[in-house]
Nanobody
Framework: EVQLVQSGGGLVQPGGSLKLSCAAS????????MTWVRQAPGKGLERVST????????YYADSVKGRFTISRENSKNTLWLHLNSLKTEDTAMYYC????????????????RGQGTQVTVSS
């Protein structure tokens, strides 16, 4: 069974930092590019960041570039997202997904996804 199990997140003040983790099982993790998406209240899905299979190539949304860092460790089947200099507009539910499963549709979460991690940025 394919599983993506997330941890991390929580409540943080503006300017603060958080780390999200995603532990993968049930598939060959090193064969998949991985993506973090987020959904803010009342808004569609947004691709936040993507990392390729070997962790060399990355993509960041303009809204998080320079503040978030995606990484992975294939020997541990784990994906991370480091969130720095957080802003109130980063408040959202964050999901890890396999990039191949994500169509880019702003309204549709992939069936295979992490359980979601709430990030709330508030003073």
């Amino acid at each position: 069974e394919v599983q993506l199990v997330q941890s991390g997140g929580g409540l943080v003040q503006p300017g603060g930092s958080l780390k999200l983790s995603c532990a993968a099982s049930g598939f060959t993790f090193r064969n998949y590019a991985m993506t973090w998406v987020r959904q803010a209240p009342g808004k569609g899905l947004e691709r936040v960041s993507t990392i390729n299979e070997v962790g060399v190539s990355t993509y960041y949304a303009d809204s998080v570039k320079g503040r978030f860092t995606i990484s992975r460790e294939n020997s541990k089947n784990t994906l991370w997202l480091h969130l720095n200099s957080l802003k109130t507009e980063d408040t959202a539910m964050y999901y890890c997904v396999r990039d191949a499963d994500y169509s880019g549709d702003a309204g549709r979460l992939p069936v295979i996804r992490g359980q979601g991690t709430q990030v709330t940025v508030s003073s």
